[in-house]
């Protein structure tokens, strides 16, 4: 595989196990609050977009309680919900590895900007990325915006960058933006439904990811 400049990430369920807190507290906020609770499925097709946006996708027919829900969704996931958010296996070794090999590493995820400081710092993943861009910066996915914006930061053409993520929102937003993509299975959507948007590869953990980008394990 060609050799990249900059390789951008996805934050939750590419880097982060959140995908079923996610769904528990979408789930949760909407029990709460006596409207119809979304199935998984509906919740996982949401995941990436802003917290407005994807409100808004799951109760159309509730806009006077949008900011409410909105508000109960942040509750229940900071405070409620104890669902937990491990990291992927890998994941660091493979932030590690790019970072010594001169790549850019970049974040672009559907958070709000105080929730993804929150974690990058619990985790402590926030010194390996150069740059991140969240649902406060740019239109939500799958608009381009981020990335177009991530590009324009780090002076990288769109061919010399790759996307990672673990929705169809993720690659409609690379494929969008002209970027290269590639999905990884353990999150939202499933690898037949990442293959629709023509990945470079869908990888199922990080140990394969790292041998499509052409890296090899770290011992600890």
């Given at each position: 595989?060609?050799q990249?400049?900059?390789?951008?990430?996805?934050?939750?369920?590419?880097?982060?196990?959140?995908?079923?807190?996610?769904?528990?507290?979408?789930?949760?906020?909407?029990?709460?609050?006596?409207?119809?609770?979304?199935?998984?499925?509906?919740?996982?097709?949401?995941?990436?977009?802003?917290?407005?946006?994807?409100?808004?996708?799951?109760?159309?027919?509730h806009?006077?309680?949008?900011?409410?829900?909105?508000?109960?969704?942040?509750?229940?996931?900071?405070?409620?919900?104890?669902?937990?958010?491990?990291?992927?296996?890998?994941v660091?070794?493979?932030?590690?590895?790019?970072?010594a090999?001169?790549?850019?590493?970049?974040?672009?995820?559907?958070?709000?900007?105080?929730?993804?400081?929150?974690?990058?710092?619990?985790?402590?993943?926030?010194?390996?990325?150069?740059?991140?861009?969240?649902?406060?910066?740019?239109?939500?996915?799958?608009?381009?915006?981020?990335?177009?914006?991530?590009?324009?930061?780090?002076?990288?053409?769109?061919?010399?960058?790759?996307?990672?993520?673990?929705?169809?929102?993720?690659?409609?937003?690379?494929?969008?933006?002209?970027?290269?993509?590639?999905?990884?299975?353990?999150?939202?959507?499933?690898?037949?439904?990442?293959?629709?948007?023509?990945?470079?590869?869908?990888?199922?953990?990080?140990?394969?990811?790292?041998?499509?980008?052409?890296?090899?394990?770290?011992?600890?």
């Amino acid at each position: 595989m060609k050799q990249f400049r900059l390789v951008i990430f996805d934050w939750d369920g590419t880097i982060m196990d959140s995908v079923p807190k996610i769904v528990n507290c979408l789930r949760g906020t909407a029990a709460m609050h006596n409207v119809p609770v979304p199935s998984s499925w509906q919740v996982k097709n949401v995941i990436g977009m802003s917290l407005a946006k994807a409100v808004a996708v799951l109760f159309p027919e509730h806009t006077e309680l949008h900011p409410v829900l909105m508000s109960g969704y942040k509750q229940q996931y900071r405070e409620l919900d104890n669902t937990e958010t491990p990291l992927f296996t890998g994941v660091e070794n493979t932030l590690k590895q790019l970072k010594a090999n001169g790549i850019l590493l970049a974040i672009a995820t559907g958070k709000g900007r105080d929730g993804l400081e929150r974690l990058m710092t619990s985790s402590q993943l926030k010194r390996y990325f150069n740059v991140t861009r969240c649902a406060d910066d740019a239109n939500s996915k799958p608009a381009p915006d981020m990335l177009e914006q991530i590009l324009a930061y780090c002076h990288i053409k769109p061919e010399e960058a790759v996307m990672i993520g673990d929705s169809q929102l993720d690659m409609a937003m690379a494929e969008a933006a002209g970027v290269a993509r590639i999905g990884v299975s353990f999150g939202a959507h499933s690898a037949a439904q990442l293959n629709t948007f023509a990945p470079l590869a869908v990888v199922d953990s990080y140990a394969e990811l790292n041998a499509v980008l052409g890296l090899t394990e770290l011992v600890e």
